[in-house]
């Protein structure tokens, strides 16, 4: 069943509509973390939630460090602040190393071998070196610490950012690189364990809500135990509803802007409107193939907070094309504001925008 408050709430904590923010570190630091392994797909997360941002002043944001990018949470790569960066790491790295055990057994590397690579890397970036994956793959080889295996490299590379020695460097051209932790976040706050817990489940279900207990424990990658004696400590911020019998948390704020329909958002990969819920009922209609609770983590259409389909870009001679794919017809008012969205999409990327196959819309 699709609840509408559920998905007006969610719009305007998430600032997908209503947004008084202004600058990528904003828009991280509210959602606590932003997941971003597609980095591409990441800024634009970033832009749909924030007055006035372009695609250039987010990746400018990353190269100044104000947004950082790190494995935090749950194996995968996270947009965080410099500030939050180091305690969100000491409260959930360990979460992801028990994850990552098997992985770490089957690659044959141990505590002793990550002690080695950490040490390598350390001296391989001090003093404000930031260097490429195959550089650094081959300092760790020169080593003698292996890494032809491009998975077992990753690993390493992984549990350099989880122990909190390497985070995100500047861009060269289109390739990351990697910097030390301290010397790209030397502000960086530490909290004690509960005193972080609380932060986390606050920031969650205040720029997430409303959500379940089990979505936090989904996002977060913490233990149940700990998501429980999170949202205890973090009550005093948060009020409940019970909808249709299931428990949801959301800030205790004044009432959410009322959205106007029809209002459209072309979301990219893994946005945390659709991967930020381990229940995404909320915004899926039921009636859709079940092919569809999976491709919604892929680039997905929102009418009016509710998931009706995906989309695909291509950019061909300094144009983005955008090819949509329904998964229920749309109305003429619907279909201009789809088009609406594509152009917001294209003034985000500093391109024109060319919005394919529109007879799918016609309902």
């Known amino acids: 069943m699709i609840d509408l408050d559920i998905i007006n709430r969610r719009l305007n904590n998430q600032n997908l509509v209503g947004t008084a923010l202004e600058k990528p570190e904003e828009v991280v630091a ?14 634009w997360a970033l832009g749909q939630r924030a007055t006035g941002l ?16 790190t494995h935090v949470m749950r194996p995968t790569w ?25 992985n770490y057994r089957g690659l044959e590397l141990d505590e002793a071998t990550f002690t080695r690579s950490n040490a390598v890397l350390a001296k391989a970036l001090q003093g404000g070196r930031q260097l490429t994956r195959p550089e650094l793959a081959a300092i760790l080889q020169q080593a003698g610490i292996a890494t032809a295996d491009l998975l077992r490299f990753s690993h390493i590379m992984l549990r350099a950012e989880l122990d909190a020695v390497v985070c995100s460097g500047v861009l060269r051209g289109k390739q990351h690189t990697y910097a030390l932790l301290d010397e790209r976040a030397p502000q960086a706050k530490t909290l004690e364990r509960d005193e972080a817990l609380a932060e986390l489940t606050r920031r969650y279900f205040t720029s997430h809500g409303p959500a379940t207990l089990a979505d936090f424990g989904w996002w977060s990658g913490l233990t149940m135990a700990d998501a429980r004696a999170g949202l205890e400590m973090a009550k005093p911020h948060l009020v409940q509803e019970v909808i249709d019998g299931q428990t949801y948390w959301l800030p205790s704020s004044p009432s959410p802007v009322n959205i106007t329909s029809p209002t459209v958002h072309l979301l990219p990969a893994f946005d945390e409107y659709t991967v930020a819920y381990k229940d995404r009922q909320a915004v899926l209609d039921p009636a859709y193939p079940p092919q569809a609770k999976s491709d919604i983590l892929n680039p997905a259409i929102a009418v009016d907070g509710k998931i009706v389909g995906t989309w695909k870009r291509t950019f061909k001679k300094e144009m983005v094309i955008i090819i949509p794919s329904l998964f229920t017809p749309l109305g003429p008012a619907e279909a201009q504001a789809v088009a609406e969205a594509a152009q917001r999409y294209g003034a985000f990327l500093g391109l024109p925008v060319t919005l394919v196959d529109s007879t799918q819309f016609e309902g």
């Open 54 to 69: 372009t695609d250039a002043a987010v990746e400018r944001a990353f190269n100044e460090g104000a947004i950082l990018r």
């Open 30 to 43: 509210r959602l606590g973390a932003v997941q971003a392994q597609e980095y591409a797909w990441a800024k």
């Open 78 to 102: 996270h947009f965080v602040t410099p500030a939050d960066i180091r305690w969100l790491l000491a409260l959930t790295g360990p979460r992801v190393n028990v994850a990552m055990a098997s």
